[in-house]
């Protein structure tokens, strides 16, 4: 697991942008597994930045998202059909059917969830992960006990997760209770795994996922098992880090060091 260390959000971001941008220079018809939720917003402004300025190309990419929330169809306002359409396949005008989400409306959420994970491999797998971390450490919507061999499937949703996403929805708006999503061992055949998080908030699930026992406690300490993890951080996030001191020496200011 390689941790980078950034001096602040802004940072933060742009090295995770510089990431999937290398990737997408080196293969543009990359397969990439995208993420939505507060975390993901400036990432996905600034690579729509970059795309209009001509330094990237994302018209030859396939992309699956994480998850979708069952019950809302992608029209919905609060879908995650509907944050990727309004804040990266829409403003570059990405071809849909190389955009792929769970339908949440699908009348059987689990054949859908078996569905997705199929056309994955049809695709060749996910060359990079991109990844957000909840409070209590779920990635996706793997929630704490989540078998760390799980396919794409239905979750029901803590009480936590749903008081985090309330934010969203607005006031006569009931969060789902379930969603379909990608499971962790959909992650772990991933290419590349990369996870932003930012905040004093996630610095307690950080601490846990990278020096932490693998446990379903926390689904994402699932990720030390990844053979290319990269955790992008901010300061703050990565505050309860016991080991912070070896991973700034290793990557200084997050950046990589040549050998020699």
Same mark, same amino acid.
């Given at each position: ?13 742009? $090295? ?25 917003e ?11 300025? %001509? ?17 809302? /169809? ?13 804040? &990266?396949?829409g403003?570059?005008? &990405?071809?849909?059917? $190389?955009?792929?989400? /769970? $339908?949440g ?20 797998g ?30 029901? &949703? ?6 985090a996403?309330?934010?969203?929805? %607005? ?23 990369? &996870? ?7 610095a ?12 379903? $406690? ?5 990720l ?13 996030a ?11 020496t ?11």
């Open positions: 697991m390689k941790i980078l260390i950034l001096p602040d959000p802004a940072a933060a971001v742009a $090295r995770c942008v510089e990431i999937i941008a290398q990737t997408l220079n080196e293969k543009p018809q990359a397969v990439l597994g995208l993420a939505t939720g507060g975390t993901m400036p990432v996905y402004a600034r690579l729509v930045e970059r795309a209009r300025a %001509g330094e990237i190309a994302l018209d030859r990419m396939t992309s699956f998202n994480l998850d979708e929330y069952v019950g809302l /169809p992608p029209e919905h306002s609060q879908s995650y059909h509907s944050y990727m359409r309004d804040r &990266l396949f403003p570059l005008g &990405l071809d849909p059917s $190389r955009t792929h989400l /769970p $339908r409306d699908a009348p059987d959420p689990a054949a859908e969830a078996a569905r997705f994970d199929a056309a994955i491999a049809q695709a060749g996910i060359d990079l992960q991109l990844l957000g971390i909840g409070g209590n450490g779920h990635i996706g919507f793997n929630e704490p006990s989540s078998s760390l061999a799980s396919p794409t499937r239905v979750k029901t &949703l803590t009480l936590a997760t749903r008081e996403n309330a934010r969203f929805f %607005g006031p006569e708006e009931t969060v789902p209770r379930f969603a379909i999503t990608m499971g962790i061992a959909t992650i772990l055949r991933s290419r590349h795994a990369v &996870l932003l998080a930012t905040g004093t908030k996630k307690t699930a950080v601490a846990a996922m990278a020096e932490g026992p693998l446990s379903a $406690r926390c689904p994402a300490s699932a030390q098992l990844h053979p290319r993890a990269t955790i992008v951080l901010d300061a703050d990565a505050a309860d880090l016991e080991l912070r001191q070896y991973y700034e290793v990557h200084p200011q997050g950046q990589e060091v040549a050998l020699g």
